[in-house]
């Protein structure tokens, strides 16, 4: 008999809505994104999401903040398409969470934990 393993679903990086808030928004995901469910999100300029990109600042801030998370995976290769995020009062699972790819200067990862804590989400 053939095993089977499933792998992360949409979602599961989520730990908790905090506060009986409304954690979540409706948002556009750019044109030409490919995202799995749990990437970090960042606003391209023209209030559409994009991967966020982690770059960052002689003051070790993100460029631009984070937006929040992809709740779900979405091809959106074809045309911007209506998506969820997390934006608002939660908890995530760290080994869960898409992040930016870490240069061999580092600080990332920190970076783009500090601006998701700004819009109120917790990484555990």
């Given at each position: 008999m053939t095993t089977q393993t499933m792998g992360a679903r949409d979602e599961e990086f989520i730990l908790a809505e905090l506060d009986g808030a409304l954690s979540r928004s409706n948002a556009t995901l750019k044109l030409g994104e490919?995202?799995?469910a749990g990437?970090?999100?960042e606003d391209d300029g023209a209030g559409k999401l994009i991967a966020c990109s982690g770059d960052l600042a002689t003051d070790g801030t993100l460029v631009t903040a984070v937006a929040g998370i992809l709740c779900r995976t979405t091809d959106a290769t074809d045309a911007d398409t209506d998506?969820?995020?997390l934006d608002d009062t939660s908890a995530v699972k760290d080994d869960l969470v898409v992040y930016?790819?870490?240069?061999?200067?580092?600080?990332?990862?920190?970076?783009?934990?500090?601006s998701l804590l700004a819009l109120g989400i917790k990484v555990r």
């Open positions: 490919n995202l799995a990437t970090v999100l998506v969820a995020i930016p790819t870490e240069s061999t200067a580092g600080g990332e990862k920190v970076a783009v934990v500090a």
